[in-house]
């Protein structure tokens, strides 16, 4: 039988090994996580996997501590639970002194079942429910004010709990060189954040001593935190001023960009990436702008992102290749966008776990699951892979442990390596066991069935 035609696929060697950045460095394969090697991870726990590193975890916090404590005499990190709320992750985290930021009441009751004190956990976000509320002031939790709705339902709340609670709002300063979230708080430059205030002190049931403010996520200009602190500082200055309110906690908020790169970026994130302290030292000379010397109150941050995104790699395995119809090969790979959501916005660096051969090419890495959009990354230069090899996905730490979903394959093992090179799961993979517990079969279908 004549053998079927296969048509010869071109690939376009790279001579010198130069880009237009300069000499291109090879792939160097990570095989290796926290020193524990990929393939005993894989042994033991299984493939698709999320690591974490306890010491980059503990380096990335200490080093916002240091670069807080060069300009502020009182300030508090608030570890942002949305980010990443696994209890391994959030005991490093209030192990190295930082308090609690929830915006949920499952956040808040999962704060404090992790033994958070009240008084140091921060209630934000729009969707405060009045049994949420009425457990954050039987708690002592400080809120934060999103709208006036909210307002008056803590009113009443506090009311009939006979408490008259220390409170903040959250302010939206729109003028700013990012994206406008007018959609949370109470904008300063258009009013509505002074009528806010006035509208408390006239309800007489909550005393305002805070401000909060978070301008975005991922913001790379550190210009726009300087422009945030100000607004903010010259705010607090007027109610002081002309209100008779005196502020003490400023909250920034978070939004400090990792070292991954979004799909839009030109360059990669490694390289553009502000450090933890440039995002400081511009809050700092916001601040000191706007109070002209007076006594600062206590600063507040939330970083999430900025302090977990780089602690987290997942490790994949690859199912098969493919090519394209446009002569691109493509690799299939155990993990998906259910449980790697940050693919649709990142351009995430992705290394063999294995020493490899072969001429690199334009690669494209699918996930396993049965959806066109089921793409993990786009277009980067790979060498030849082969059905059980391993690549490593870096900075997938922030997000994608509280937005993955159980779709089509179940959510796998996650597990943190210690700096003394221990490893251990954090949180099991789930089964079909896992789904069936929670559902429930009506009787009259269980009738039917027999």
Known sequence: MKPRYERPVIVRHALGGWDKFGAASALRPVTQLGHVPVADL?????????VFNEQVLRNRVRELREQLARRFSDFTIAWSYKTNYLGAICSVFHQEGAWAEVVSGF???KALRSGVPGPQIIFNGPGKSAQDIEQALRENVRLNIDHLDELALIERVAEQLGVTPQVGIRVNVSDLPVDKWDRFGFTLENGRALQAVRRLQRGGRLEL???HCHIGTFILDPNAYRLQALALARFAH???RDHDVHIDSIDLGGGFASHNTLLQQYLPGEEVTPS???????MAEGLDEGYQGATLPRIVLETGRGLVDDAGTLIATVLANKRLVDGRRAVVIDAGVNILPTA???RHAVYPAQPTRGVSEP???FGPLCMNIDVIRQGVMFPPLQPGDRVVIAHTGAYNVTQWQQFITARPNVVMVSPTREHSLIRRAETVDTLLAQEEMPQWLERHSH
Request: no cysteine; hydrophobic share 45%; charged share 15%.
């Open 363 to 365: 690669t494209v890495f």
């Open 107 to 109: 956040e808040l009751e």
């Open 209 to 211: 001593t805070g401000l």
């Open 276 to 282: 933890l302290g440039q995002y400081v030292e511009a």
């Open 238 to 240: 007027e109610l002081e």
């Open 344 to 346: 649709w916005w990142y």
């Open 42 to 50: 894989v042994a033991t726990y299984g493939s698709p996997l999320f």
